[in-house]
């Protein structure tokens, strides 16, 4: 027998067979002892405990424990009760009895149940508390008497008794009041006797698993929210729709998607730098959330792709249009990051449930489409989806389904514009322009099939064979004596090829093409930011003797003193500005001015006017191009116009 002070964590007084255990040789040795500087935690919790169950009531513990005295293990069953020293403070007066015949698996056990993090607890019936092992204590210390009032949902608690009940054990993931407060715990509960009374009793072993919890909450986040805007993503999308068609159909509500694309967002991104993009994406993110109601929900698809779901009651029929314009005001707004005044404005596509469709996949879908003819119209404004809009869009399908086999059975062809000059109107310059010869949708314009070659990634294989054709009919007519320019068009993204350049000097080459012959037409995007291989390309061109030209000069964004990097020959005004004539003359007399400082030749394009064309001549314009002066035409056409007569006037009548 010893008695054990709580606050000095000695032995204050032990009989000779406890001083025989503790390996002392009298009570003072053994007082002097501080069994605090080798106690593990796990003790020190469980003293505390029993502190605690003194205060509280009169109880009696047994336990099977094992000292340490001077290192040497010595496993006792121990009976722990209150005893109050002289001073008046509590102690605890324990009773032991060596279990030198316990197996030392029964043992270690014993000890594992103290120490261990596994929180282990016996509840009878009822739910009250038999026992709980010092984990289980430390975690439920305010309500660890009755294993009901740990549950923060009751019926998670009625869940688990009626599975053990019926199945004899079971498992689950809740939530529990801690001392640490509300935390999710995973329980194990299994039905068994209690060892002291044989009633029936229930067996819970529980793990902390918050962490774990918090963990999965962060990946969810991570996976369904977009990490720039923090906007819900995509992968969000079909659950969040599905929440909201519940609701609707309790309603009997529409649901609006709107599918919302950044115009030009790409100049911007490119001119401003990535990092202003993303500010401007964030601002975006920042007001379209502020017009959505509780209900409504905006996403962050990708890029500059945004999509907002909103629900339409019978009550408010027109509830999603006034939120496109909202959006279209809103998103139209100037943004003003670090003393820039930017403005992007949105081109917004609206399919509606039920009528559009059934799933979030096939209305986005549908939704997207009306976009991209919102953007066709003009921009910075929105389109309701309907069917003509999928019949053109399949079409466009079957088309760019076509062009691959189009390209190997030489179903393009070059057609040739004339361009004249602006004083003789002789024919100086042919452009090439693209025409398909369908088998069954006849010829076709190049706003038909330009876009969807670019998409199918085929545009240069296009312009190679467009260039090829080119070269061709300009040797045939140089045999023939009708020596001419000829003008091609070149895509960003043929002068993006590594091996351009040298597929360019072989044709120079296989054609016998003259200095100054050949001319290649950028558009001014082209002048927007710096491509090395851009520049590598069109540096080989110039070295080969072939003339660069800058097509639809005006509208955009150009940099004069990429202008002057690329050294350009030739600048074509767009056809815009010429018609915009007499009222934006001052603006095309600039551009002029601009071309004749550049020292390049000047060549209006898309006259259709008598008017038009004089205004050009008498304003420093050195060739005209434009349906005035001949519209595209195919070989035969344009050879039989080179051979009629070199003032070009009488052509007129190749304008059909």
């Given amino acids: 027998m010893w008695i054990f002070d709580f606050d000095s964590c000695r032995v204050v007084w032990a009989n000779p067979p406890a001083l025989q255990v503790w390996s002392a040789e009298t009570v003072e040795e053994l007082r002097a002892r501080d069994l605090k500087t080798d106690m593990s935690p796990a003790v020190a919790r469980r003293l505390r405990q029993y502190r605690t169950d003194f205060v509280e009531r009169d109880v009696v513990f047994t336990e099977m424990w094992t000292l340490y005295p001077k290192g040497v293990p010595r496993p006792m069953h121990v009976r722990f009760r209150r005893v109050t020293l002289g001073d008046g403070r509590i102690g605890m007066l324990c009773e032991g009895n060596e279990e030198t015949a316990r197996q030392p698996e029964a043992v270690r056990s014993a000890d594992a149940l103290l120490h261990t993090q596994l929180m282990i607890s016996l509840h009878a019936s009822n739910g009250q508390t038999l026992y709980s092992n010092p984990a289980a204590r430390t975690a439920f210390e305010t309500n660890h008497r009755n294993l009901r009032a740990r549950f923060v949902d009751a019926d998670d608690f009625n869940r688990l008794v009626a599975a053990v009940e019926r199945d004899g054990e079971t498992s689950l993931i809740t939530e529990v009041h801690t001392t640490r407060g509300i935390r999710w715990h995973e329980l194990t509960a299994r039905s068994c006797h209690d060892p002291a009374s044989g009633l029936p009793s229930l067996l819970v072993s529980e793990t902390d698993v918050s962490g774990l919890k918090e963990a999965e909450a962060l990946a969810r ?41 950044l115009d030009q967002f790409k100049e911007v991104n490119d001119t401003l730098g ?143 514009q004339p361009r004249v000059c602006a004083q003789s109107h002789k024919i100086v310059c042919v452009e090439a322009l693209a025409r398909w010869r369908h088998p069954e949708r006849g010829l076709l314009m190049p706003a038909q099939f330009i876009p969807l070659a670019e998409t199918a990634g085929l545009i240069g294989a296009l312009g190679l064979s467009i260039l090829k054709q080119s070269l061709s009919c300009q040797r045939a007519w140089a045999k023939a004596g009708l020596p001419i320019n000829v003008s091609v068009n070149v895509s960003l993204r043929q002068l993006g090829e590594a091996e351009f350049g040298t597929i360019l000097a072989q044709l120079v080459e296989d054609y016998g093409c003259s200095q ?43 940099n004069l003193a990429r202008l002057a990097e690329i050294r350009v020959d030739c600048i074509k005004i767009d056809r815009s500005l010429i018609s915009g004539l007499p009222k934006n003359e001052p603006l095309v007399k600039m551009v002029i001015a601009m071309c004749r400082l550049m020292q390049v030749t000047i060549v209006a394009e898309g006259l259709e006017t008598e008017e038009a064309a004089d205004w050009a001549s008498r304003n420093g314009c050195h060739e005209l191009q434009g349906y005035l002066f001949g519209k595209p035409m195919p070989t035969d056409q344009i050879e039989a116009a080179l051979r009629a007569v070199t003032d070009a006037r009488p052509v007129l009548s190749l304008r059909a």
């Fill in 221 to 261: 986040m991570r996976a369904d929210h977009d990490s720039l805007t923090l906007l819900p993503n995509r992968m969000a999308l079909p659950g969040r729709f599905e929440r909201l068609v519940r609701k609707a159909r309790r309603l009997g509500a529409r649901i609006g998607v709107l599918f919302i694309d």
């Fill in 516 to 558: 100054g012959q050949l001319e290649l037409e950028i558009t001014e995007t082209l002048l927007l930011e710096h491509n090395p291989q851009v520049a590598a390309n069109l540096a080989i061109a110039r070295s080969l003797g072939v003339r660069i030209a800058i097509d639809d000069f005006g509208t955009g964004y150009s």
């Fill in 274 to 416: 990535h990092e202003q993009g993303d500010a401007i994406l964030t601002e975006v993110a920042r007001r379209l959330s502020s017009l959505c109601d509780p209900d409504d929900c905006a996403f962050r698809l990708g890029g500059d792709e945004f999509l907002v779901i909103a629900l339409a009651k019978d009550d408010e029929p027109d509830r999603i249009a006034r939120l496109a314009d909202d959006i279209l005001r809103q998103l139209s707004v100037p943004a003003h990051l670090e003393r820039r005044r930017l403005t992007v404005t949105p081109s917004i596509g609206i399919a509606y449930f039920p009528e559009h469709g059934q799933d979030a996949q096939t209305l986005m879908q549908r939704a997207d489409l009306a976009m991209y003819a919102a953007k066709a119209a003009g921009r910075n404004q929105y389109c309701l989806f309907d069917e003509s809009i999928q019949t053109t869009r399949d079409e466009e399908l079957n088309l760019l389904g076509d062009i691959r086999g189009g390209l190997e059975r030489d179903e393009f062809e070059a057609f040739f």
